[in-house]
């Protein structure tokens, strides 16, 4: 597959040459896009910035008719989109079809929000004032988006910006730039004007200056590594830009003694080993009441060892491999450092790395302790280490003894326990008994060096819109 960019309405090859997109579970080359850089970027915010005027007078009526014409036809062409991303990142088909619905979702939501996007009118302390609050597209906006989500990190944050009233620039995570393009083909066939909507791929370093320094760009939305997060903050700093920050978790799933066996294990199922433990969301450390240990951490081996893994594009394939080579050396190396510091390996701790494609066996590891890598980083594998606890204010100390504060789990029938550990816990999104508390609707995002901002629900559109007051004398 051959993608180009699209800026200003035109699908272009320009750029340095292109970059390779890899099939991981196969090593092979799967398509080719434009290397973009600097003119490029530069390109595309003028185009957006030329757009701007035009499309942020448009009413939100006619914005929510052709958001709507984009997600009936990625919904159209779901398995087509979702097949490219299977072979540009890896994830099951089955995933993949799941997150191209789950971004249809966004779209639609966002296009029905925006419609409340309200002012209003404040009672004046002086007869012959007005005090009023209008809500405005806040300007240009540029996202940077990762592999792990190509589509859904991409529609939450484009749903939002042009429902609002923005214009919008992408650029996709390197990896993964293929599902982007497709699913630009599609916006453009929705009908999007020139400029409305444009797509960089190529230099990340180079491209994303572009972003933070263009006096035009007024936004930028990220979802990536803590790491980039923090370089992007600061190079925004002298244009003062407008952020939204999704960034790394480390998340705990706490599984107190009088958990609902059967919820609990789903539960961490569904959070540990979606998308291989690729997700910023995924439950990263398990800290269960001692009296269960035991049960608990037999049933998790048994459920894991029944994990199919392969290709993603070959029928029942749950796990499939992990995106890259650093991918697969971090969950290598966390599994070694925990054994040597006492851990032992239920199920797992193995996988196969050939010929470009990195496969690691979901892994249960028992007797996990603070010291541990695994206990203290985002591992973004299929790793899952069990730590007994014996009360419940040591689990929430436990759990927010980290400086990352994006999802926790914890699994209890009791009110009054969860009521407390749902309100101590220090983290943006909390699942009670739910692995996958993720939906349009609901504000997602972070607490802490977990980013700043929130996407999806009304806090989703409200990140795209200014406040203006306007106080006038009669
Ligand atoms: P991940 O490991 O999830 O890809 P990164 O933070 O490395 O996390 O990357 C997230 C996104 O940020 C990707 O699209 C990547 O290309 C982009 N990126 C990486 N480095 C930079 C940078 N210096 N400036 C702008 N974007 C960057």
């Known amino acids: 597959m051959e993608g180009k960019n699209y800026i200003n309405g035109d699908w272009t090859t320009a750029g340095d040459g292109v970059i390779d997109v890899m099939n991981p579970a196969t090593g092979e080359k799967f398509g080719t896009v434009p290397n973009g850089g600097e003119a490029e970027a530069k390109a595309a915010v003028d185009a957006a910035s030329a757009a701007f005027g035009t499309w942020s007078k ?27 991303m299977t072979k540009e990142m890896g994830k099951p088909l089955a995933e993949a079809i799941g997150e ?17 996007s309200n002012g209003r009118l404040i009672p004046a302390t002086k007869e012959g004032k007005r005090i009023q609050v209008l809500k405005q597209p806040v300007g240009v906006v540029v996202s940077i988006t990762p592999w792990n989500f190509p589509a859904a990190m991409m529609a939450r944050k484009m749903a939002p910006a042009l429902a609002a009233g923005c214009t919008f620039v992408a650029k996709p995570a390197k990896l993964t730039p293929l599902t982007a393009v497709r699913m630009y083909e599609l916006a453009e066939e929705a009908g999007f004007p020139k400029g409305v909507i444009n797509l960089v791929t190529g230099s990340a370093s180079k491209i994303g200056r572009v972003f933070t320094s263009h006096p035009a760009v007024r936004k930028l939305t990220f979802t990536g590594s803590t790491e980039i997060g923090k370089e992007l903050m600061k190079q925004s700093a002298d244009s003062m830009l407008n952020l939204s920050l999704e960034l790394g978790g480390h998340a705990p799933i706490i599984v107190c003694e009088d958990a609902n066996m059967d919820l609990a294990i789903e539960g961490v199922m569904a959070s540990k080993f979606r998308n291989a433990g690729q997700t ?25 060892a029944k994990l199919k893994v392969g290709n993603g594009m070959d029928e029942g394939v749950q796990i499939g491999p992990l995106v890259d080579q650093d991918g697969y050396e971090k969950s290598a190396r966390h599994v070694q450092d925990a054994v040597e510091k006492g851990a032992k390996v239920l ?12 496969f690691y066996n979901p892994t249960v590891l028992i007797n996990a302790t603070p010291d541990m890598l695994v206990m203290n980083e985002e591992t973004f594998g299929p790793v899952a280490p069990i730590m007994a606890f014996d009360t419940d204010e040591e689990a929430v100390r436990l759990a927010n003894d980290t400086r990352f504060g994006l999802a926790a789990y914890f699994f209890t029938d009791s009110l009054s326990r969860g009521t407390y550990i749902s309100e101590n816990l220090e983290y943006g999104i909390v699942g009670w008994n739910d692995g996958a508390p993720s939906t349009a609707q609901a504000p997602f995002g972070g607490m802490k060096e977990s980013g700043i901002g929130r996407e999806g629900g009304q806090e989703g559109l409200e990140a795209f819109l200014e406040t203006k007051y306007i106080s006038i004398k009669l």
Do not use: P
């Open 280 to 304: 910023c969301v995924c439950g990263n450390r398990i800290y269960v009441h001692r009296t269960i240990v035991e049960e608990f951490s037999q049933r998790l081996q048994e459920a894991t």
């Open 100 to 116: 191209i619905e789950y971004s249809a979702s966004f779209i639609s939501w966002f296009a029905e929000e925006a419609k409340r």
């Open 347 to 358: 199920v797992g701790g193995d996988g196969k790395a050939e010929n470009g494609a990195y």
């Open 58 to 84: 448009t009413t939100v009526y006619e914005r929510a008719s052709l958001l709507m014409k984009w997600h009936d036809l990625l919904l159209e062409h779901k398995l087509e989109v979702a097949e490219i």
